[in-house]
Protein backbone atom coordinates (compact mmCIF):
# COMPACT_ATOMS: atom_id res chain seq x y z
CA UNK A 1 0.00 0.00 0.00
CA UNK A 2 1.00 3.21 -0.95
CA UNK A 3 0.80 6.62 1.53
CA UNK A 4 2.41 10.24 1.73
CA UNK A 5 5.00 11.88 3.87
CA UNK A 6 6.93 9.08 4.51
CA UNK A 7 11.00 8.98 5.46
CA UNK A 8 13.16 5.77 3.84
CA UNK A 9 14.26 4.26 6.82
CA UNK A 10 17.97 3.90 6.25
CA UNK A 11 18.42 -0.34 5.54
CA UNK A 12 15.65 0.11 2.51
CA UNK A 13 17.19 0.77 -1.23
CA UNK A 14 16.34 3.93 -3.16
CA UNK A 15 13.34 2.08 -4.73
CA UNK A 16 12.65 1.51 -0.79
CA UNK A 17 13.21 -2.22 -1.25
CA UNK A 18 14.50 -4.36 1.72
CA UNK A 19 15.67 -7.91 1.92
CA UNK A 20 13.01 -10.19 3.29
CA UNK A 21 15.30 -11.69 5.32
CA UNK A 22 13.71 -15.21 5.70
CA UNK A 23 16.29 -16.86 8.31
CA UNK A 24 14.63 -14.08 10.78
CA UNK A 25 11.51 -15.30 11.27
CA UNK A 26 10.95 -16.81 14.69
CA UNK A 27 8.93 -20.20 15.14
CA UNK A 28 6.20 -18.18 16.64
CA UNK A 29 5.79 -16.09 13.21
CA UNK A 30 5.85 -19.05 11.35
CA UNK A 31 3.00 -20.12 13.73
CA UNK A 32 1.14 -16.75 13.17
CA UNK A 33 0.90 -17.17 9.34
CA UNK A 34 -0.28 -21.27 10.02
CA UNK A 35 -2.89 -19.57 12.03
CA UNK A 36 -4.07 -17.16 10.29
CA UNK A 37 -3.92 -18.77 6.65
CA UNK A 38 -5.83 -21.82 7.95
CA UNK A 39 -8.42 -19.60 9.48
CA UNK A 40 -9.04 -17.82 6.39
CA UNK A 41 -8.51 -21.02 3.84
CA UNK A 42 -11.17 -22.71 5.91
CA UNK A 43 -13.79 -19.76 5.81
CA UNK A 44 -13.04 -18.61 1.96
CA UNK A 45 -14.59 -21.77 -0.15
CA UNK A 46 -18.04 -20.16 -1.11
CA UNK A 47 -17.60 -17.26 -0.07
CA UNK A 48 -14.10 -16.03 -2.15
CA UNK A 49 -13.58 -16.29 -6.09
CA UNK A 50 -12.87 -18.96 -7.49
CA UNK A 51 -9.72 -16.91 -9.12
CA UNK A 52 -8.26 -16.47 -5.74
CA UNK A 53 -8.58 -20.14 -4.93
CA UNK A 54 -7.02 -21.01 -8.10
CA UNK A 55 -4.42 -18.33 -7.19
CA UNK A 56 -3.59 -20.18 -3.87
CA UNK A 57 -3.10 -23.56 -6.04
CA UNK A 58 -0.87 -22.19 -8.66
CA UNK A 59 1.66 -20.16 -6.37
CA UNK A 60 1.16 -23.07 -3.75
CA UNK A 61 0.49 -21.07 -0.88
CA UNK A 62 0.22 -22.74 2.12
CA UNK A 63 -0.17 -23.74 5.94
CA UNK A 64 3.83 -24.33 6.05
CA UNK A 65 5.33 -21.25 7.55
CA UNK A 66 5.94 -17.64 6.35
CA UNK A 67 6.20 -17.87 2.55
CA UNK A 68 9.74 -17.23 0.84
CA UNK A 69 9.45 -13.96 -1.52
CA UNK A 70 12.04 -15.99 -4.33
CA UNK A 71 9.90 -18.71 -4.35
CA UNK A 72 6.78 -17.19 -4.79
CA UNK A 73 8.19 -14.91 -7.26
CA UNK A 74 9.56 -17.75 -9.03
CA UNK A 75 5.91 -19.33 -9.26
CA UNK A 76 4.26 -16.16 -9.73
CA UNK A 77 6.62 -14.95 -12.43
CA UNK A 78 5.72 -18.17 -14.44
CA UNK A 79 2.23 -17.21 -13.65
CA UNK A 80 1.71 -13.62 -14.98
CA UNK A 81 5.39 -12.39 -14.71
CA UNK A 82 4.80 -10.60 -11.69
CA UNK A 83 7.18 -10.29 -8.28
CA UNK A 84 6.92 -9.84 -4.89
CA UNK A 85 9.79 -7.46 -2.97
CA UNK A 86 9.78 -7.14 0.15
CA UNK A 87 9.03 -3.32 2.14
CA UNK A 88 9.72 -1.93 5.62
CA UNK A 89 5.70 -0.84 5.34
CA UNK A 90 3.95 1.84 3.74
CA UNK A 91 5.73 3.26 1.00
CA UNK A 92 5.47 6.80 -0.89
CA UNK A 93 2.95 6.65 -3.82
CA UNK A 94 5.36 7.41 -6.83
CA UNK A 95 7.03 4.15 -5.39
CA UNK A 96 3.97 2.28 -4.88
CA UNK A 97 2.91 3.08 -8.77
CA UNK A 98 6.28 2.38 -10.21
CA UNK A 99 6.22 -0.82 -8.48
CA UNK A 100 2.94 -2.63 -10.04
CA UNK A 101 3.85 -0.91 -13.27
CA UNK A 102 6.76 -3.02 -13.43
CA UNK A 103 4.97 -5.85 -12.65
CA UNK A 104 6.11 -5.77 -8.72
CA UNK A 105 4.46 -6.20 -5.72
CA UNK A 106 5.57 -4.57 -2.51
CA UNK A 107 4.76 -6.44 0.78
CA UNK A 108 5.86 -6.13 4.16
CA UNK A 109 7.95 -8.43 5.98
CA UNK A 110 7.19 -8.56 9.00
CA UNK A 111 3.96 -10.01 10.84
CA UNK A 112 1.22 -9.52 13.13
CA UNK A 113 1.88 -10.36 16.86
CA UNK A 114 -0.71 -12.06 19.04
CA UNK A 115 -2.35 -8.64 19.86
CA UNK A 116 -2.73 -7.72 16.74
CA UNK A 117 -4.53 -10.92 15.52
CA UNK A 118 -7.57 -9.45 14.31
CA UNK A 119 -6.76 -5.39 13.79
CA UNK A 120 -3.28 -3.81 12.97
CA UNK A 121 -2.99 -0.34 11.38
CA UNK A 122 -0.37 -1.04 8.84
CA UNK A 123 -0.47 -3.92 6.56
CA UNK A 124 1.40 -7.02 7.58
CA UNK A 125 3.03 -9.90 5.52
CA UNK A 126 -0.19 -11.65 5.88
CA UNK A 127 -2.95 -9.10 4.24
CA UNK A 128 0.06 -8.36 1.62
CA UNK A 129 0.61 -11.91 0.19
CA UNK A 130 -2.20 -14.01 1.51
CA UNK A 131 -4.92 -11.24 0.74
CA UNK A 132 -3.25 -9.64 -2.62
CA UNK A 133 -0.78 -11.89 -3.64
CA UNK A 134 -3.08 -15.11 -4.89
CA UNK A 135 -5.26 -13.14 -7.67
CA UNK A 136 -1.65 -11.54 -9.12
CA UNK A 137 -1.64 -15.24 -10.44
CA UNK A 138 -4.78 -14.20 -12.80
CA UNK A 139 -3.73 -12.88 -15.65
CA UNK A 140 -6.82 -10.15 -15.96
CA UNK A 141 -5.96 -9.27 -12.56
CA UNK A 142 -2.50 -9.16 -13.05
CA UNK A 143 -3.17 -7.03 -16.29
CA UNK A 144 -5.40 -4.44 -14.21
CA UNK A 145 -3.04 -4.18 -11.16
CA UNK A 146 0.00 -3.03 -14.00
CA UNK A 147 -2.34 -0.48 -15.33
CA UNK A 148 -3.16 0.74 -11.92
CA UNK A 149 0.09 1.63 -11.43
CA UNK A 150 0.50 3.34 -14.73
CA UNK A 151 -2.32 5.22 -13.82
CA UNK A 152 -1.28 6.19 -10.88
CA UNK A 153 1.92 8.05 -12.45
CA UNK A 154 -1.08 9.93 -14.74
CA UNK A 155 -2.87 10.68 -11.54
CA UNK A 156 0.11 12.02 -9.84
CA UNK A 157 0.23 14.76 -13.02
CA UNK A 158 -3.69 15.53 -12.68
CA UNK A 159 -3.26 15.75 -8.83
CA UNK A 160 -6.27 12.78 -8.31
CA UNK A 161 -4.65 10.92 -6.26
CA UNK A 162 -7.33 10.96 -3.81
CA UNK A 163 -10.37 9.72 -6.56
CA UNK A 164 -7.84 6.89 -8.27
CA UNK A 165 -6.96 5.87 -4.57
CA UNK A 166 -10.81 4.83 -4.14
CA UNK A 167 -10.92 2.57 -6.91
CA UNK A 168 -7.70 0.83 -5.30
CA UNK A 169 -9.85 1.22 -2.48
CA UNK A 170 -13.38 -0.37 -3.70
CA UNK A 171 -11.69 -2.90 -6.04
CA UNK A 172 -8.31 -4.32 -4.59
CA UNK A 173 -9.08 -3.89 -1.35
CA UNK A 174 -13.12 -4.20 -0.85
CA UNK A 175 -14.27 -5.71 -3.84
CA UNK A 176 -17.11 -8.05 -4.65
CA UNK A 177 -17.84 -9.99 -7.62
CA UNK A 178 -21.36 -11.27 -8.73
CA UNK A 179 -20.41 -14.99 -10.03
CA UNK A 180 -22.79 -17.45 -12.03
CA UNK A 181 -22.72 -18.55 -7.68
CA UNK A 182 -23.69 -15.70 -6.22
CA UNK A 183 -22.17 -12.64 -4.64
CA UNK A 184 -18.27 -13.55 -3.65
CA UNK A 185 -15.29 -11.78 -2.08
CA UNK A 186 -12.06 -10.45 -3.82
CA UNK A 187 -10.96 -7.43 -2.07
CA UNK A 188 -7.41 -8.32 -0.03
CA UNK A 189 -8.97 -6.25 3.06
CA UNK A 190 -11.73 -8.49 3.28
CA UNK A 191 -10.05 -11.97 2.39
CA UNK A 192 -7.40 -11.30 4.61
CA UNK A 193 -9.71 -10.39 7.20
CA UNK A 194 -11.87 -13.39 9.50
CA UNK A 195 -14.53 -11.17 10.41
CA UNK A 196 -14.86 -8.95 7.45
CA UNK A 197 -15.19 -12.15 5.02
CA UNK A 198 -18.45 -12.56 6.73
CA UNK A 199 -19.82 -9.34 7.15
CA UNK A 200 -18.99 -7.90 3.63
CA UNK A 201 -21.07 -10.73 2.27
CA UNK A 202 -23.44 -11.82 4.91
CA UNK A 203 -24.02 -8.76 7.20
CA UNK A 204 -27.42 -6.74 6.64
CA UNK A 205 -25.62 -3.33 7.57
CA UNK A 206 -23.72 -2.49 4.13
CA UNK A 207 -25.00 -1.00 1.11
CA UNK A 208 -23.70 -3.63 -1.69
CA UNK A 209 -23.81 -1.14 -4.74
CA UNK A 210 -23.09 -2.26 -8.76
CA UNK A 211 -19.50 -1.17 -9.94
CA UNK A 212 -19.22 2.34 -11.66
CA UNK A 213 -16.51 4.63 -12.16
CA UNK A 214 -17.71 8.13 -12.11
CA UNK A 215 -19.49 7.52 -8.17
CA UNK A 216 -16.82 5.53 -6.84
CA UNK A 217 -14.19 7.62 -7.67
CA UNK A 218 -16.02 10.67 -5.44
CA UNK A 219 -16.88 8.01 -2.40
CA UNK A 220 -15.09 8.37 0.70
CA UNK A 221 -14.19 5.55 2.32
CA UNK A 222 -13.52 3.86 6.05
CA UNK A 223 -9.82 2.91 7.05
CA UNK A 224 -10.77 2.42 11.03
CA UNK A 225 -14.02 -0.47 10.80
CA UNK A 226 -15.85 -2.27 8.34
CA UNK A 227 -16.81 -0.70 5.21
CA UNK A 228 -20.36 1.23 4.57
CA UNK A 229 -20.52 0.19 1.31
CA UNK A 230 -19.27 -2.77 -0.85
CA UNK A 231 -18.95 -2.28 -5.33
CA UNK A 232 -20.20 -5.00 -7.09
CA UNK A 233 -18.04 -5.97 -10.14
CA UNK A 234 -19.45 -8.78 -13.10
CA UNK A 235 -16.04 -9.90 -13.51
CA UNK A 236 -12.57 -9.14 -13.55
CA UNK A 237 -12.52 -8.85 -17.20
CA UNK A 238 -15.39 -5.71 -17.09
CA UNK A 239 -13.04 -4.14 -14.74
CA UNK A 240 -10.19 -4.00 -16.87
CA UNK A 241 -11.80 -3.24 -19.54
CA UNK A 242 -13.87 -0.68 -18.51
CA UNK A 243 -10.75 1.04 -16.11
CA UNK A 244 -8.14 0.25 -18.98
CA UNK A 245 -10.29 1.38 -22.03
CA UNK A 246 -11.71 4.67 -20.11
CA UNK A 247 -9.37 7.77 -19.81
CA UNK A 248 -10.01 8.71 -16.55
CA UNK A 249 -7.77 12.62 -17.21
CA UNK A 250 -11.19 14.06 -18.39
CA UNK A 251 -13.05 12.40 -15.50
CA UNK A 252 -10.87 13.57 -12.89
CA UNK A 253 -11.28 16.92 -14.19
CA UNK A 254 -14.58 16.30 -13.98
CA UNK A 255 -15.39 15.35 -10.76
CA UNK A 256 -14.80 18.12 -7.86
CA UNK A 257 -12.40 17.48 -4.97
CA UNK A 258 -15.07 19.31 -3.22
CA UNK A 259 -17.81 17.30 -3.88
CA UNK A 260 -18.02 13.67 -2.32
CA UNK A 261 -20.10 11.08 -0.95
CA UNK A 262 -20.69 9.74 2.21
CA UNK A 263 -19.54 5.93 2.82
CA UNK A 264 -22.55 5.16 3.33
CA UNK A 265 -25.01 7.14 1.28
CA UNK A 266 -26.92 5.79 -2.23
CA UNK A 267 -27.72 7.68 -4.92
CA UNK A 268 -30.88 7.97 -7.16
CA UNK A 269 -28.05 6.22 -9.91
CA UNK A 270 -27.01 3.12 -7.80
CA UNK A 271 -27.84 -0.18 -9.28
CA UNK A 272 -28.20 -1.20 -5.61
CA UNK A 273 -28.12 -4.82 -4.81
CA UNK A 274 -28.62 -4.39 -0.88
CA UNK A 275 -29.90 -1.39 0.60
CA UNK A 276 -27.93 -1.39 4.04
CA UNK A 277 -29.41 -1.28 7.21
CA UNK A 278 -26.09 0.23 8.44
CA UNK A 279 -26.99 -1.43 11.68
CA UNK A 280 -23.54 -1.59 12.78
CA UNK A 281 -22.28 1.43 11.93
CA UNK A 282 -24.88 3.14 13.86
CA UNK A 283 -24.61 1.24 16.94
CA UNK A 284 -20.74 1.64 16.78
CA UNK A 285 -21.31 5.46 16.61
CA UNK A 286 -24.02 4.97 19.36
CA UNK A 287 -21.56 3.30 21.32
CA UNK A 288 -18.78 5.94 21.26
N1 LIG B 1 -7.18 4.32 -17.77
C1 LIG B 1 -6.60 4.93 -16.61
C2 LIG B 1 -6.09 6.36 -16.92
O1 LIG B 1 -6.37 6.90 -17.97
C3 LIG B 1 -5.49 4.07 -16.02
C4 LIG B 1 -5.99 2.93 -15.20
C5 LIG B 1 -6.19 1.68 -15.78
C6 LIG B 1 -6.23 3.09 -13.86
C7 LIG B 1 -6.64 0.62 -15.00
C8 LIG B 1 -6.68 2.04 -13.09
C9 LIG B 1 -6.88 0.80 -13.65
O2 LIG B 1 -5.44 6.95 -16.12
FE1 LIG C 1 -3.71 -4.11 0.91
Request: with cysteine; charged share 25%.
Amino acid sequence: MASEELVRPVEAAEDWTIPQAWDRYTAAEHAMWDHLFDRQAKMLPGRVADEFLDGLDILRLSKAGIPHFDELSDRLMRATGWQVVAVPGLVPNDVFFEHLANRRFVSGNFIRTPEQLDYLQEPDIFHDVFGHVPLLANPVFADYMQAYGEGGRRALGCNAIDKLARLYWYTVEFGLLRSAEGLRIYGAGIVSSYAESVFALDDPSPNRIGFDLHRLMQTRYRIDDFQQSYFVIDSFEDLLDQTLNTDFAPLYAELEDSVTVAPDALLADDVVLTRGTQAYALSKAAAA
